[in-house]
Structure formats: structure tokens, C-alpha cells
């Protein structure tokens, strides 16, 4: 018999919490990935090799493959929480954490071996679309997603397109690139207005959700990065995209004392990659105008970033110690 089927006995607790298993555990990978990139890129300006790089890069790679591994048990498994998830209004938008921790580890690879990088790539690239074409799909046509439904981690998907150019370019995927980023630049310009509108005029988001607000930077500040690739020029749009998401973080900042009064979620991981990418935004600023404060603003950030991932790994590994994850909802 399937073990879904409900007249089985009840699952032991490591099977259950196998069921419970979300997709947004790949937020981890999107932080630490992101941190990789950012140090990479601090290696970068100042000239020297810093010899824990490669050990954060084969950590990001690690910690996806054992992610991969306990998801596609999920998948073989479980399959009813998989397709339960799919049609989440708010778990949904955290599957293509899968496609994005690809495409972050294709950028993390590029430097030092890109032959390693364009597979992973190629497969980010692909899932990504697919990704994206179905939850726009969902957003479309699922009568049962609501307003109250909506909040920040719907940008997922847009930055997930946004993120392809960083490696295509340079693997010289020019064309797609730029029908990806467009893909992004439209989603996030759509669902800015409508985020917005929910936050002011509709019930606070649910607490647990709250560091997602996070994810408000991510778009721009990564647009940002990816249209220097694509463009090759700091011309209007690039510095309207750059100060859209210096913007918001500060605008996040400023409400620092709110998330200090949270309990630990598994969606605190979504303060580490916006914060990635904000400061490597500062640092790229910085290359093109030589204007110190922007390199100041990225090492600060990336400082404030390193202590944030030790932050979020430890508390992860003390929630999953204590049975506090991969439970069902209520």
C-alpha cells in the first residue's frame, strides 16, 4: 500500500517530519552561496586570496547535495506533501530556492572552474523557467490563493530570473540572458505594486513570515549586479536599480528593534542572501565610481553578513537539534 494512504498507521516521527520537509530549507544554500559570492567578489578588489573561499564554496555545495538528497527521498516517498506544496500559496513560492541555490553555486564556481559552473547553469536556467512558468501559472488560475496570501517571498521567482545573466553572460549566454532578466525586471515591477498595496492596506503578515520583508532588496540590488553584466555601463537604469535597493534596506534597518522580536523561523534565512546581494551591489558601485563610501558600505555589510550566516546556522542547527522544523501546520 502507498504511504499516503490514510488508512496506514500514522508515520513515525522521523518519517513525518521527512513529509514536512519544505523546499524553503534551500534558502540555507541561497545564504551561504550568496556569502561564498560576496567574499569572492571582496578576494576580487582587493587583490588577495583569502584561503576560506574555497572552503565556503565546497560547504554551499555540500550542504545542496544533502538537501537534494533528503527532498528527492521527500519526492520518492511523499509525494502528496510534494504536490500539496505545489499548490501552497505561500510554500509554492520558495520552490525555485532549488533552481536559485543552482545558479548561485553556476556564479560561486565561475572563477575557478567553469567548467563546473555551465552545467550547473544550464540545469539552474532550465528549472528556473519551468519554476517560473508554473507559479505564474498558479498565481493565475488557483481560486483559493487570497490577498491575505501575498507577501514578500512571491518576489522569489523574479529573482531567480534576474540571477541567470551573472554566470550567462560571462559563459556567453547573452541572448537568453537578457530574456531572463527582462522576465524578472516585469515580475518584480508587477508584484512591487501589489506587495505593497497588501502590506498597507491589508492584516499585518503573519510573524513567521515577517523576514521575508527581507526579500524586498533582493530584486533590485541582484538587477543591479546583472545589468552591469548584461549592459556593461553604470548609465541611469543601473543607478536607479543600485539606490532602489540601498533604499529599501535602509527602510529595513530602520526597523531593526521588530525582527530582533521574533522568534526563530526557518524564513530568518531570508535576511542573508538580500544582504549578499546588497553588499556586492556596494562593492560593483564602488569598482565603477571609485567613490569610497560605496566600498565602506560593502565590507560593512558583508562583516554584518558573515556574523548573520554563523547567527542562522547555529539556530537552525538548535531548532532541527530540538525538533522544531519540519513540523505540520496548524
Same mark, same amino acid.
Given at each position: 500500500?502507498?504511504?499516503?494512504?490514510?488508512?496506514?498507521?500514522?508515520?513515525?516521527?522521523?518519517?513525518?517530519?521527512?513529509?514536512?520537509?519544505?523546499?524553503?530549507?534551500?534558502?540555507?544554500?541561497?545564504?551561504?552561496?550568496?556569502?561564498?559570492?560576496?567574499?569572492?567578489?571582496?578576494?576580487?578588489?582587493?587583490?588577495?586570496?583569502?584561503?576560506?573561499?574555497?572552503?565556503? $564554496?565546497?560547504?554551499?555545495?555540500?550542504?545542496?547535495?544533502?538537501?537534494?538528497?533528503?527532498?528527492?527521498?521527500?519526492?520518492?516517498?511523499?509525494?502528496?506533501?510534494?504536490?500539496?506544496?505545489?499548490?501552497?500559496?505561500?510554500?509554492?513560492?520558495?520552490?525555485?530556492?532549488?533552481?536559485?541555490?543552482?545558479?548561485?553555486?553556476? $556564479?560561486?564556481?565561475?572563477?575557478?572552474?567553469?567548467?563546473?559552473?555551465?552545467?550547473? #547553469?544550464?540545469?539552474?536556467?532550465?528549472?528556473?523557467?519551468?519554476?517560473?512558468?508554473?507559479?505564474?501559472?498558479? #498565481?493565475?488560475?488557483?481560486? /483559493?490563493?487570497?490577498?491575505?496570501?501575498?507577501?514578500?517571498?512571491?518576489?522569489?521567482?523574479?529573482?531567480?530570473?534576474?540571477?541567470?545573466?551573472?554566470?550567462?553572460?560571462?559563459?556567453?549566454?547573452?541572448? $537568453?540572458?537578457?530574456?531572463?532578466?527582462?522576465?524578472?525586471?516585469?515580475? #518584480?515591477?508587477?508584484?512591487?505594486?501589489?506587495?505593497?498595496?497588501?502590506?498597507?492596506?491589508?492584516?499585518?503578515?503573519?510573524?513567521?513570515?515577517?523576514?521575508?520583508?527581507? $526579500?524586498?532588496?533582493?530584486?533590485?540590488?541582484?538587477?543591479?549586479?546583472?545589468?552591469?553584466?548584461?549592459?556593461?555601463?553604470?548609465?541611469?537604469?543601473?543607478?536607479?536599480?543600485?539606490?532602489?535597493?540601498?533604499?529599501?534596506?535602509?527602510?529595513?534597518?530602520? /526597523?531593526?528593534?521588530?525582527?530582533?522580536?521574533?522568534?526563530?523561523?526557518?524564513?530568518? #534565512?531570508?535576511?542573508?542572501?538580500?544582504?549578499?546581494?546588497?553588499?556586492?551591489?556596494?562593492?560593483?558601485?564602488?569598482?565603477?565610481?571609485?567613490?569610497?563610501?560605496?566600498?565602506?558600505?560593502?565590507?560593512?555589510?558583508?562583516?554584518?553578513?558573515?556574523?548573520?550566516?554563523?547567527?542562522?546556522?547555529?539556530?537552525?542547527?538548535?531548532?532541527?537539534?530540538?525538533?522544531?522544523?519540519?513540523?505540520?501546520?496548524?
Amino acid at each position: 500500500m502507498s504511504r499516503n494512504d490514510p488508512t496506514n498507521a500514522p508515520p513515525t516521527l522521523p518519517a513525518a517530519r521527512l513529509a514536512n520537509f519544505p523546499a524553503s530549507f534551500f534558502a540555507m544554500v541561497m545564504g551561504l552561496a550568496g556569502l561564498t559570492i560576496a567574499w569572492e567578489k571582496a578576494e576580487a578588489m582587493l587583490s588577495l586570496q583569502l584561503d576560506f573561499v574555497p572552503w565556503l $564554496i565546497g560547504a554551499s555545495t555540500l550542504l545542496f547535495a544533502a538537501l537534494a538528497l533528503v527532498y528527492a527521498a521527500k519526492i520518492a516517498l511523499y509525494r502528496d506533501a510534494v504536490r500539496a506544496e505545489l499548490k501552497h500559496p505561500v510554500r509554492l513560492n520558495f520552490m525555485p530556492t532549488i533552481s536559485i541555490s543552482l545558479l548561485l553555486l553556476a $556564479i560561486a564556481f565561475l572563477p575557478i572552474a567553469p567548467a563546473v559552473s555551465l552545467p550547473l #547553469w544550464v540545469v539552474g536556467a532550465l528549472s528556473q523557467l519551468g519554476f517560473t512558468l508554473y507559479i505564474v501559472s498558479a #498565481w493565475m488560475h488557483e481560486r /483559493q490563493f487570497q490577498v491575505h496570501h501575498l507577501n514578500p517571498s512571491w518576489f522569489i521567482p523574479a529573482v531567480g530570473n534576474v540571477l541567470v545573466p551573472i554566470a550567462g553572460v560571462p559563459l556567453g549566454f547573452s541572448e $537568453i540572458s537578457w530574456f531572463f532578466f527582462s522576465i524578472g525586471v516585469l515580475l #518584480w515591477s508587477v508584484l512591487m505594486t501589489i506587495v505593497f498595496y497588501r502590506v498597507l492596506f491589508h492584516h499585518p503578515i503573519d510573524e513567521r513570515l515577517m523576514p521575508t520583508l527581507f $526579500i524586498l532588496v533582493a530584486p533590485p540590488a541582484v538587477a543591479f549586479i546583472a545589468y552591469l553584466r548584461l549592459a556593461d555601463t553604470l548609465d541611469v537604469f543601473a543607478q536607479a536599480l543600485y539606490f532602489a535597493g540601498l533604499f529599501l534596506t535602509l527602510l529595513l534597518f530602520s /526597523q531593526a528593534h521588530r525582527f530582533m522580536q521574533l522568534r526563530f523561523y526557518l524564513s530568518w #534565512w531570508a535576511y542573508s542572501f538580500p544582504l549578499a546581494a546588497v553588499s556586492i551591489a556596494s562593492m560593483a558601485m564602488f569598482e565603477q565610481t571609485g567613490t569610497r563610501l560605496f566600498g565602506y558600505l560593502g565590507f560593512g555589510l558583508l562583516t554584518m553578513l558573515s556574523g548573520i550566516v554563523i547567527l542562522l546556522l547555529a539556530s537552525t542547527a538548535l531548532a532541527v537539534r530540538e525538533r522544531g522544523i519540519c513540523l505540520p501546520e496548524h
